[in-house]
């Protein structure tokens, strides 16, 4: 009795479709769903384009043609070789991680001033702002290893700075620091601004609305966070690091992701597409099947495969030079009508005064010295074959060309 199918070819083919698009949708969702949440949250990080949020100095620099990148690796804060990375300090939990980390050079550590209160509508909005409690800043001075204390003071008419006095005008108050074991680059009468640690290259930046979002609505303050940056990096082509890792912005090495990135998504795209022709070809069968045939094939071809195969398996293939050299001089001197009386210096001296192999401009005579003796590997024996093969077929081109 015949017996059908109880599914038609269409039906199969729409339910291997959504399989395949439900298998794509999980994998990619598997791999990438943290980098599809939103980062833009109000706080004091790189991604945060609010008023503490530090996105507004990553845009300007970068529209102004910097090297800049939020980096989101931890092992970036500790083996870095290249680049200038600035730490946005969060007045929330982080002086025990910075302690435990051992910051490489050159770094910017930017101080915290604000606690901000998230808007409950937009997340991306701080609804109120306050000082942060000054107590908290020198308990993280001394897990810095920074002996001194945080002080707020009225804003300076000018600042003692590197690039000349400036008229900085951070928000209500200044933030410094009071403190002898910091280098001050950037100062008041009452205080460090910007100062450097005495024996590493790790600058502290006390006041951050040197270039949060909102600090950089004053122009001072835009173009002093600029010549900073200028100021700190040794190269034009330096990239500018601002780290997000401290803030939870963690990206995990994730082994899917990996595969479609460089360097590996070449061989994972060669990998799906011989996946692919390897269903294909079950799916559907190519040509009609294929005959038995002898295990040993007759005529001269197989008897030269074979011959070679024995060769490779004794592992005699380099010894094969001088043997390929007296064949070839026979033949040649064979299809120039060589007199058979002569010697194989004779035949050296004749075959020179034919000409030279067009490729590589060496005689008979030259070509001969490299095959007398047997190859250092079977490439060095190819080279040397391809050669003599070439110079006999320039030579008997030649004589064809004269006779016509």
């Given at each position: 009795m015949e017996t059908t199918s109880p599914f038609a070819a269409r039906t199969v083919g729409i339910l291997v479709a959504i399989a395949i698009v439900s298998f794509g949708a999980v994998m990619a969702l598997a791999g990438w769903a943290p980098e599809l949440r939103n980062r833009d949250l109000a706080g004091d990080h790189p991604y945060s384009t609010s008023a503490i949020g530090y996105n507004g100095i990553v845009q300007f620099l970068d529209a102004q043609g910097y090297p800049v990148e939020i980096s989101r690796l931890e092992h970036t804060l500790t083996q870095r070789d290249w680049g200038v990375m600035i730490v946005t300090v969060s007045p929330r939990g982080m002086g025990d991680t910075l302690q435990d980390i051992t910051l490489q050079p050159t770094t910017l550590i930017v101080l915290p001033k604000w606690i901000g209160e998230t808007d409950r509508l937009n997340k991306k909005r701080q609804r109120d702002t306050r000082f942060m409690e000054a107590r908290g800043l020198n308990d993280l001075l001394v897990r810095l290893d920074i002996d001194g204390e945080i002080g707020r003071i009225d804003v300076p008419r000018?600042?003692?700075?590197?690039?000349?006095?400036?008229?900085?005008?951070?928000?209500?108050?200044?933030?410094?620091?009071?403190?002898?074991?910091?280098?001050p680059i950037a100062w008041?009468?009452?205080?460090?601004?910007?100062?450097?640690?005495?024996?590493?290259?790790?600058?502290?930046?006390?006041?951050?609305?040197?270039?949060?979002?909102?600090?950089?609505?004053?122009?001072?303050?835009?173009?002093?966070?600029?010549?900073?940056?200028?100021?700190?990096?040794?190269?034009?082509?330096?990239?500018?690091?601002?780290?997000?890792?401290?803030?939870?912005?963690?990206?995990?090495?994730?082994?899917?992701?990996?595969?479609?990135?460089?360097?590996?998504?070449?061989?994972?795209?060669?990998?799906?597409?011989?996946?692919?022709?390897?269903?294909?070809?079950?799916?559907?069968?190519?040509?009609?099947?294929?005959?038995?045939?002898?295990?040993?094939?007759?005529?001269?071809?197989?008897?030269?495969?074979?011959?070679?195969?024995?060769?490779?398996?004794?592992?005699?293939?380099?010894?094969?030079?001088?043997?390929?050299l007296t064949m070839m001089r026979r033949r040649v001197a064979r299809e120039i009508a060589a007199p058979k009386t002569m010697t194989e210096a004779q035949l050296s001296a004749l075959f020179d005064r034919l000409g030279t192999e067009e490729q590589s401009g060496k005689t008979f005579s030259q070509i001969e010295r490299g095959l007398r003796t047997a190859s250092a590997s079977r490439e060095e024996l190819m080279t040397k074959a391809r050669e003599l093969y070439r110079w006999r077929r320039d030579i008997l081109r030649r004589s064809t060309h004269e006779r016509k």
């Open positions: 000018l600042t003692d700075t590197p690039f000349g006095d400036m008229a900085l005008k951070p928000d209500l108050k200044m933030q410094v620091i009071r403190s002898d074991s910091l280098v008041t009468d009452d205080g460090i601004l910007l100062g450097k640690l005495d024996d590493r290259d790790i600058y502290v930046l006390a006041d951050p609305d040197m270039l949060n979002t909102f600090g950089l609505a004053q122009r001072e303050n835009a173009r002093f966070a600029v010549q900073l940056i200028d100021w700190l990096r040794y190269d034009e082509a330096e990239p500018i690091i601002f780290d997000a890792t401290l803030h939870g912005f963690v990206r995990s090495e994730n082994l899917l992701q990996m595969m479609f990135d460089i360097p590996f998504v070449g061989a994972t795209l060669a990998a799906l597409a011989a996946a692919f022709l390897l269903g294909w070809a079950a799916l559907v069968r190519f040509g009609p099947t294929a005959r038995e045939t002898r295990v040993i094939a007759l005529g001269k071809q197989a008897l030269v495969d074979n011959s070679a195969g024995l060769f490779t398996m004794a592992r005699r293939e380099t010894r094969l030079a001088p043997g390929y």
